[in-house]
C-alpha cells in the first residue's frame, strides 16, 4: 500500500522555526497530485491545516505554510507556539488504484 | 457551521459486523462526497472508502474490499459505514470526513471519530 513518509518527530522553542517532510512516489506527489496538511491534537479529530499544496483555511494563522516540490512536500511552523505541539499528517491522492487517498506516517511536533 | 456527527463507541466480537453513522448537517447533503478513514492506536490514517452523496456511488479501498459498505439516506442527511467479519485488528477511531469543495481531494471537516473496540 502506497504510503507518505513523514519524520516521527521534530522538535523546537518557542519562536522557532520547524518544518516536517513528507515524502512520497510517483503515483502520488510525483504525479503532480495536491498535498494537504492536518493537525491533530491529543484525542480529537484531524483539523485541515493546508489544501492545495500551499493553502490556508479560513482560520488557519499564517505561521504555517506549505510548499511542494518534486515528490517531496513540506509544512513548515514560523514562530512556533506552546499550542502548535500535535501530531501533523500529509495526504495526497494516489493513482495506483489500491488505496486512491493516502497519508502519510505522522510527525509529533513537541514545543521545548 | 457545516457539522459531521457520528454515532457512539461500539464494542464488537470478532467475526461480527459493525454499522457506524454519521449525520451531516450545515450544508446541502448531496453536494458533497463523504469518506471514511480510520486510525488504529498508535497508526495513520487509512482511508476505506467514499460515497457520493447525489447518485449513492461507491469506492473503497483495496484494503477493505468486499468487507465494507457505505450507504447514505438522503432524507437524513446521514451516511453509513459498515465494516464485517470483524478482527482484532479493526480495533480503531473510524471517521467520516466530507470533501472540502466538490472535486476536492482534501477532507474538511471530520466527525469527532467512533471508537471501534475488537475484542472476545
Known amino acids: 500500500q502506497s504510503v507518505l513518509t513523514q519524520p516521527p518527530s521534530v522538535s523546537g522553542a518557542p519562536g522557532q522555526r520547524v518544518t516536517i517532510s513528507c515524502t512520497g512516489s510517483?503515483?502520488?506527489?510525483?504525479?503532480?497530485?495536491?498535498v494537504h496538511w492536518y493537525q491533530q491534537l491529543p484525542g480529537t479529530a484531524p483539523k485541515l491545516l493546508i489544501y492545495g499544496n500551499i493553502n490556508r483555511p479560513s482560520g488557519v494563522p499564517d505561521r504555517f505554510s506549505g510548499s511542494k516540490s518534486g515528490t517531496s512536500a513540506s509544512l513548515t511552523i514560523t514562530g512556533l507556539q506552546a499550542e502548535d505541539e500535535a501530531d501533523y499528517y500529509c495526504q495526497s491522492y494516489d493513482s495506483s488504484l489500491t488505496s486512491f487517498y493516502v497519508f502519510g506516517t505522522g510527525t509529533k511536533v513537541t514545543v521545548l | 457551521q457545516v457539522q459531521l456527527v457520528q454515532s457512539g463507541a461500539e464494542v464488537q466480537k470478532p467475526g461480527a459486523s459493525v454499522k457506524v453513522s454519521c449525520k451531516a448537517s450545515?450544508?446541502?447533503?448531496?453536494?458533497?462526497?463523504i469518506h471514511w478513514v480510520r486510525q488504529a492506536p498508535g497508526q495513520r490514517f487509512e482511508w476505506m472508502g467514499w460515497?457520493?452523496?447525489?447518485?449513492?456511488?461507491?469506492k473503497y479501498s483495496q484494503k477493505f474490499q468486499g468487507r465494507v459498505t457505505i450507504t447514505r439516506d438522503t432524507s437524513a442527511s446521514t451516511v453509513y459505514m459498515e465494516l464485517s467479519s470483524l478482527r482484532s485488528e479493526d480495533t480503531a477511531v473510524y471517521y467520516c470526513?466530507?470533501?472540502?469543495?466538490?472535486?476536492?481531494?482534501?477532507?474538511?471537516?471530520w466527525g469527532q471519530g467512533t471508537l471501534v473496540t475488537v475484542s472476545s
Open positions: 450545515g450544508y446541502i447533503f448531496t453536494k458533497y462526497a
Open positions: 510517483s503515483s502520488n506527489i510525483g504525479a503532480g497530485y495536491d
Open positions: 460515497i457520493n452523496a447525489v447518485n449513492g456511488n461507491t
Open positions: 470526513a466530507r470533501q472540502r469543495v466538490p472535486g476536492a481531494t482534501d477532507f474538511d471537516p
